[in-house]
């Protein structure tokens, strides 16, 4: 499976961004996408997840009620709209497959993602 983040950029506090992933080759065998992002100096940490069958969404708390996560089947690809962005959320947002395993257990753990894209870089400024 193949993954191509894009859509980041600069935004100010307050404003949106919808991101996109873009997967390709083998994803009838994936069971979830997910997004997360990485700040300078810090850990990467879950943002949202959808499992391909049946559209299950998972977020983070600190993104709850300004993020939404959707996917397109047809076109294989998985959308982030962020919205009512703030300045912590300025990272490098990576997009990431699961084709192992299932549950939401794994889905917010990027441990158990096995495929992963390049990353796209979002800044907020106040």
């Known amino acids: 499976v193949q993954l191509q983040a894009s859509g980041g950029g600069l935004v100010q506090a307050g404003g949106s961004l919808r991101l996109s992933c873009a997967a390709s080759?083998?994803?009838?065998?994936?069971?979830?996408m997910g997004w997360f992002r990485q700040a300078p100096g810090k850990e990467r940490e879950f943002v949202a997840a959808?499992?391909?069958?049946?559209?299950?969404?998972y977020f983070a708390d600190s993104v709850k009620g300004r993020f939404t996560i959707s996917g397109d089947n047809a076109k294989n690809t998985v959308y982030l709209q962020m919205n009512s962005l703030k300045p912590e959320d300025t990272a490098v947002y990576l997009c990431?497959?699961?084709?192992?395993?299932?549950?939401?257990?794994?889905?917010?753990?990027?441990?158990?993602?096995?495929?992963w894209g390049q990353g796209t870089e979002v800044t907020v400024s106040s």
């Open positions: 959808i499992t391909w069958s049946g559209g299950m969404t």
């Open positions: 080759g083998r994803t009838f065998s994936t069971y979830a």
């Open positions: 990431a497959a699961d084709s192992v395993h299932s549950g939401s257990y794994y889905y917010t753990r990027p441990l158990y993602y096995d495929y």
